[in-house]
T-cell receptor, first 114, second 113 residues
């Protein structure tokens, strides 16, 4: 079974621009969560989508948004980029039942804001 | 607010030494507990998990962890480490019925051959 895939793997943007990151979950997984990883703040939860609905949300400003499509693929968008948004953005997918709590992570998208 | 503490930020061991990484969480309700590992240049991988039942859980590559409810702890152990265990280890918690994982700050383990 193929793992979680994320595109692009690396991205360089300028402050003030916006960016869209994509995540394809493991086949059959309906939940997709997004995390931000930085050296200073560590791994922080952004939001979770399940069946095209946002189910949980972390403490990030409204510039961070996401969506999920009917095939469970998900995108996250960051508008008006700031230097502090430079980070590794991780996507994780999970299945259903008790295994729904097991999250499987993708390789991440490394975003650099200049 | 829910939080996870990992006491050791950087651990250096020789091969064959025993490993114990501490993890404590703050949340009074029912939780699921996880250890993830990130090998150099690779993505986060699930090492082991605890949902309920036997508090001693075994994971991949000879790792195990013990859930002690009274101490809010979920320490990771391995009797004999190998050079290939060099990685960063993250403890994580989520409340039942949510996929919002709260991570600890991570422990960098370096195993010297």
């Amino acid at each position: 079974k193929a793992g979680v895939t994320q595109t692009p793997r690396y991205l360089i943007k300028t402050r003030g621009q916006q960016v869209t990151l994509s995540c394809s979950p493991i086949s059959g997984h309906r939940s997709v969560s997004w995390y931000q990883q930085t050296p200073g703040q560590g791994l922080q939860f952004l939001f979770e989508y399940f069946s095209e609905t946002q189910r949980n949300k972390g403490n990030f400003p409204g510039r961070f948004s996401g969506r999920q499509f009917s095939n469970s693929r998900s995108e996250m968008n960051v508008s008006t980029l700031e230097l502090g948004d430079s980070a590794l953005y991780l996507c994780a997918s999970s299945g259903t039942g008790t295994r729904g709590y097991e999250q499987y992570f993708g390789p991440g998208t490394r975003l650099t804001v200049t | 607010a829910q939080s996870v503490s990992q006491h050791n930020h950087h651990v250096i061991l020789s091969e064959a030494a025993s490993l114990e990484l501490g993890c404590n969480y703050s949340y009074g309700g029912t939780v699921n507990l996880f250890w993830y590992v990130q090998y150099p240049g690779q993505h986060l991988q699930l090492l082991l998990k605890y949902f309920s039942g036997d508090p001693l859980v075994k994971g991949i590559k000879g790792f195990e962890a013990e859930f002690i409810k009274s101490k809010f702890s979920f320490n990771l152990r391995k009797p004999s480490v190998q050079w290939s265990d060099t990685a960063e280890y993250f403890c994580a918690v989520n409340r039942r019925a949510t996929n919002k994982l709260i991570f600890g700050t991570g422990t960098l383990l370096a195993v010297q051959p």
